[in-house]
């Protein structure tokens, strides 16, 4: 099955700084790659995600990258606020769901 | 009430202990998966649901997790003879399948400590 991978698990960031995660995966029949952000005591939610015929998406302050040659995806996060604060997780999904490890991000004001 | 619902929230059992947790996913949605998270680590996947199709139950960690979904909608995740290890938040998620469908959406989890 798939295999995602995801660095780094922890990232502490100045508040306005500019946050990256990385993601790689193994089967490259792969072709959808959400991102989920987690807050304390709470299910994920889907902040943005990307399909495998798009190299790149952007919503406002966060933006989705995607190599599909190199199978690599990162999530970037610009000017970051405290309420940025969290978990986030990508994944990688042919015909189920496979998450990351997690990167525990924390924005400090 | 369109999301996802987990119960119990919290259940605390003894070492050795049958629980089952209940998962009732967003109506329509025909996909369902189950996770597990423990403290500070990511999601584990267990066991995932499509339609009428087997169940893909290669993360199920041994044969004392099991899962079932009746009539395509409610599922139930067992764990049988409960071990201290057990103890995580197990997490659901249901979508629908194809395109913009492949969204998951979790429910809030249900805390298992096995004491």
């Known amino acids: 099955g798939e295999n995602v991978e995801q660095h780094p698990s922890t990232l502490s960031v100045q508040e306005g700084d500019s946050a990256v995660i990385k993601c790689t995966y193994s089967?490259?029949?792969?072709?959808?790659f959400p991102w989920y952000k987690q807050e304390l005591g709470k299910g994920p939610q889907l902040i943005i995600d990307i399909r495998s015929n798009v190299g790149e998406k952007k919503d406002q302050r966060i933006a989705v990258t995607l190599n599909k040659t190199a199978k690599h995806f990162s999530l970037h996060i610009t000017e970051t606020q405290p309420e940025d604060s969290a978990v986030y997780f990508c994944a990688a999904s042919l015909n189920d769901m496979r998450f990351g490890a997690g990167t525990r991000l924390t924005v400090k004001p | 009430g369109a999301g996802v619902s987990q119960s119990p929230s919290n259940k605390v059992t003894e070492k050795g202990k049958d629980v089952e947790l209940r998962c009732d996913p967003i109506?329509?949605?025909?996909?369902l998966y189950w996770y597990r998270q423990s403290l500070g680590q990511g999601l584990e996947f267990l066991i995932y649901?499509?339609?009428?199709?087997?169940?893909?139950k290669s993360g199920l960690p041994s044969d004392r997790f099991s899962a079932e979904r009746t009539g395509g909608s409610v599922s139930t995740l067992t764990i049988q003879r409960t071990q201290q290890e057990d103890s995580a938040v197990y997490l659901c998620a249901s979508s629908l399948r194809g395109g913009e469908k492949e969204k998951l959406f979790f429910g809030s989890g249900t805390q298992l400590s096995v004491l």
């Open positions: 109506s329509g949605h025909t996909a």
């Open positions: 649901f499509q339609g009428n199709s087997a169940p893909d």
């Open positions: 089967d490259s029949a792969s072709n959808y």
